[in-house]
């Protein structure tokens, strides 16, 4: 099966700091890629859509310079949470879709618990 | 606008009784359905997908969900549970007609207790 790896699983950081999270496909090329973010007890809201090299795509409320997303290759994206607050302690997960299937499901990383203090 | 209701933010059931988890969808075209399980702290598994053919699909796991298209159902059943199914359960649409996106439920903690 296609296996995707998000690092780190976990992070605490300073208010103030930013902090990167890397999303990879390891055995398989992603044309794009999905960021959500999640609050507890909740469902998975998505943030953005990555395309290999091509700007992201933003969901509306979600703002493009403090959630900076690079898919700088076929099998990684980053989001970037610059000048990180408390209240972007949350639940981030990335998906990746397979190149050349247009049915696929989408592959997801074990997800990274952020928590700005 | 594509849209997936899970009626049930919980669902309790005993170990070796049969399961259902329900869930509803909206789309403006043919639908892509999925169903996805997360374990704490864990990002979302595949269970199974609906694209095309036969209603009823088969997946990991013992899961299994029928599709109804003139209901607009997509419910998630297993025929004995283990208290190792306890989990998160999210089903998630994608229209056909166009994008990529994917819109998920809002989730159904399943329970399953000895």
């Known amino acids: 099966g296609a296996v995707v790896s998000q690092h780190p699983s976990r992070v605490i950081c300073k208010s103030g700091t930013s902090v990167k999270i890397e999303c990879r496909s390891l055995d398989f090329q992603a044309t794009t890629m999905f960021w959500y973010r999640q609050f507890p007890k909740q469902s998975l809201m998505l943030m953005a859509t990555s395309n290999e090299g091509s700007k992201a795509t933003y969901e509306q409320g979600v703002e493009k310079d403090k959630f900076l997303i690079n898919h700088a290759s076929l099998t990684l994206s980053t989001l970037t949470v610059t000048s990180a607050h408390p209240e972007d302690s949350s639940f981030y997960i990335c998906?990746?879709?397979?190149?050349?299937?247009?049915?696929?499901?989408?592959?997801f990383g074990q997800g990274t618990r952020l928590t700005v203090v | 606008a594509q849209s997936v209701a899970q009626p049930e933010d919980q669902v309790n059931v005993a170990e070796g009784n049969p399961l259902t988890v329900k869930c509803t969808y909206s789309v403006s075209g043919n639908p892509y359905l999925f169903w996805y399980v997360q374990y704490p702290n864990r990002g979302l598994q595949f269970l199974l997908k609906y694209i095309t053919g036969d209603n009823l699909v088969k997946g990991s796991y013992g899961f299994e969900a029928e599709f109804n298209k003139s209901q607009t159902s997509f419910h998630l059943k297993k025929p004995s549970a283990l208290v190792s199914d306890s989990a998160l359960y999210f089903c998630?649409?994608?229209?056909?007609?166009?994008?990529?996106?994917?819109?998920f439920g809002t989730g159904t903690q399943l329970k399953v207790e000895l």
């Open positions: 998630a649409v994608r229209d056909t007609g166009g994008g990529n996106k994917l819109t």
């Open positions: 998906s990746a879709r397979r190149v050349g299937l247009s049915d696929t499901e989408a592959f």
